[in-house]
């Protein structure tokens, strides 16, 4: 079955920085379109960023532009968030998801698309 599992999760302080992983099984990684979103307590489930099947296409939210990367690495079926100058609102569960869209360098930032999700990983930025 499709496994989608986020890795690198964790504490840090304001400013400081981590990078996400998402290891994927059990589909044609190359195929799926790849986000990730976040959700705070309280709160509704956000989209972050998207990246295009071949990785030369992205987006993201204006919240995170300039200090968040989305990459992947088909070789090794993996996606990344590279996350930098961190602060307390950043703090949420944050998900990597996979979508199959119809097109070339299609990027997806609606989640109703995504057809598979990870469980989570936390993220706590201290002030």
């Known amino acids: 079955q499709v496994q989608l599992i986020e890795s690198g999760g964790g504490l840090v302080q304001a400013g400081g920085s981590l990078r996400l992983s998402c290891a994927a099984s059990g589909l044609t990684f190359r195929n799926y379109v790849m986000g990730w979103f976040r959700q705070a307590p309280e709160k509704e489930r956000e989209f972050l960023a998207t990246?295009?099947?071949?990785?030369?296409?992205?987006r993201y939210v204006d919240s995170v532009k300039g200090r968040f990367t989305i990459s992947r690495d088909n070789a090794k079926n993996t996606v990344f968030l590279q996350m930098n100058s961190l602060q307390p609102e950043d703090t949420a569960v944050y998900y990597c998801?996979?979508?199959?869209?119809?097109?070339?360098?299609?990027?997806?930032?609606?989640?109703?698309?995504?057809?598979?999700w990870g469980q989570g990983t936390q993220v706590t930025v201290s002030s």
């Open positions: 990246i295009s099947r071949s990785g030369l296409s992205t």
């Open positions: 998801a996979a979508a199959q869209p119809a097109g070339v360098e299609v990027l997806v930032t609606t989640e109703r698309v995504y057809d598979y």
